[in-house]
């Protein structure tokens, strides 16, 4: 069973910077697709960035429109760790951040949808203020 525990939420305000990162662990595929989610109040929840290696150092990443170019996804194979490096922060990324993971066979899938990952972590909370 994949574990998936996130930190490095907190409270910054407009402008700033803000690391997430999630440990995961119990793999039982050989690959797996990481990714993150977020959920403000009253909205669904939505994909901000997706990740898969198939080995050495490839890796695809897939990013929502609304934060390219200020996020960063990344991953740490020999620490199991997927990361989120967050910068130039607005309001509006105010929402509970959740990593997801789901086995894969060549590719993440298309579109960051929620459906499509059946591991999920407890998520953290960013909060950014204007």
């Known amino acids: 069973q994949v574990q998936l525990v996130e930190s490095g939420g907190g409270s910054v305000q407009a402008g700033g910077s803000l690391r997430l990162s999630c440990a995961a662990s119990?793999?039982?595929?050989?690959?797996?697709?990481m990714a993150w989610f977020r959920q403000a109040p009253g909205k669904e929840r939505e994909g901000v960035a997706s990740?898969?290696?198939?080995?050495?150092?490839?890796?695809?990443?897939d990013y929502a429109d609304s934060v390219k170019g200020r996020f960063t996804i990344s991953q740490d194979n020999a620490k199991n760790t997927l990361y989120l490096q967050m910068n130039s922060l607005k309001p509006e990324d105010t929402a509970m951040y959740y990593c997801a993971a789901v086995g894969a066979l060549g590719s993440c899938p298309y579109g960051l949808k929620s459906y499509d990952y059946n591991y999920w972590g407890q998520g953290t909370q960013v909060t950014v203020s204007s």
């Open positions: 990740i898969y290696s198939p080995g050495g150092s490839t890796y695809y990443a």
């Open positions: 119990g793999y039982t595929y050989r690959r797996y697709c």
